[in-house]
C-alpha cells in the first residue's frame, strides 16, 4: 500500500497564482474584443486615417503611401489605446455617475488624446524624416486637430448608438 506524499504548500499557492494570472488576462482579453469597443475603435480610426493621410500628404507634399502607413501605424497603436483607454474611462463614469456632458467629452478627448502623444512622437519623427522636436509640433498640431475630431465623433457615436442600440453601453460594463 502507497502512502500519498502531500504537496507542499507553497506548489499549490504557486498554481493558485498562475490560475489567477490566467483567469486575469482571460477577461482582459474579453474586454479588448468586445464587439462593441472593436465597432467603436475602427469607425473612429478608419475616418481619421483618411483625413490624416490626405492632409499630412497635400500639406507636406509627401507621397500618399507614406503619410497613409504613418496613418496606418499611428492607427494600429491608437485602437489598441482607444479600447484600453474608453473601458476604464467607462468605469470612472460609471462609478461617479457622471454623464456625458460637454465638459465630461472634453476630458474625454484631453485624456485619450494626452496618452496617445507619447507614442506617436517617435513614429512620426521616423516616417516623415523629421526631428523629433518637429515631430512632436506636429503631433501636437495634429493632436489639435483631431481633439476637435474626437470630440465631434465620440458625440455622433453616443447619439447613434443611443438611438440604435440602447442597451449597449450598460451589457458592456459587466
Known sequence: ??????????????????MH?????????????????LIHAISYEGILLVIIAI????IFDMPMEVTGT????????????????NHYFEKVEHKFNWERTVPVRIL??????????????????YMMQMTVIDAFILDIGLTLCILVYTFI???????????????AKAASLH
Open 55 to 58: 492632409a499630412l500628404s497635400f
Open 108 to 125: 474625454h478627448a484631453i485624456g485619450f488624446e494626452g496618452g496617445l502623444l507619447i507614442a506617436t512622437v517617435p513614429m512620426i519623427a
Open 70 to 85: 504613418l496613418g496606418v501605424f499611428m492607427a494600429v497603436v491608437s485602437v489598441f489605446w482607444n479600447m484600453i483607454f
Open 153 to 167: 465623433f465620440q458625440w455622433c457615436y453616443d447619439h447613434i448608438e443611443d438611438k440604435f442600440f440602447p442597451n
Open 21 to 37: 494570472i490566467i483567469q486575469v488576462i482571460i477577461e482582459y482579453l474579453k474586454m479588448l474584443i468586445s464587439k462593441r469597443r
Open 1 to 18: 500500500m502507497s502512502k500519498k506524499l502531500k504537496e507542499p504548500d507553497w506548489i499549490n499557492q504557486n498554481y493558485k497564482n498562475k
